[in-house]
């Protein structure tokens, strides 16, 4: 037998691979995606509305934002222990209420009262029917579930109340006074 050279032996027929069968591969692929996008279809979202601050400035039309009522700015903090309510400069806290430097509305058995807050802003909404606008300001360690909560009763008027909605316009801004 003749001895090979090492040239040789690559080019034989040993060295032919099969190419591989993406067949099965792309199947699988397929039906991933379909069910994927089936799933999606049926998976509720929910999602909540919130505006965007409104920036300062701008300027031009001096008489006619002259006519129109300055903007309440209503404003609830949320703080670690309770809410306060601020709107047009003014902080309406716990010392309206023969408390001063504590919350308006402190926390009950661990929980923020969510029905006390409705109800001081269906007072608020009276005075101010057409004001539809509510900013929020949080401590950072705030948890979501309490933030939610928050918003829904700045957002949902009782049924007695006479109004559909009471702030549906929810934007949010950092920090927190006092």
Known sequence: MAKRKPSDRRRG??????EPDLTPIMNL????????????SLVPLG????QAPKLGGGGGGGAA???KEKPLNLTVIVKYDGYNIAASGATLDGGSAGRPGQTLFPKKDGKYDT???????VEIKKGFPDEEAVIIMADPDIEYGDIISTMDALREAPDNSGFDWLF????????VVG
């Open 13 to 18: 027929a040993e060295d032919e691979t099969p």
């Open 29 to 40: 692929t397929f039906m991933l995606i379909l069910a994927l996008l089936t799933t999606a």
């Open 47 to 50: 999602f909540i509305s919130i």
């Open 65 to 67: 934002q002259e006519k």
């Open 115 to 121: 029905d006390a807050l409705n109800n001081k802003l």
């Open 168 to 175: 549906p316009a929810v934007s949010f801004s950092p920090g």
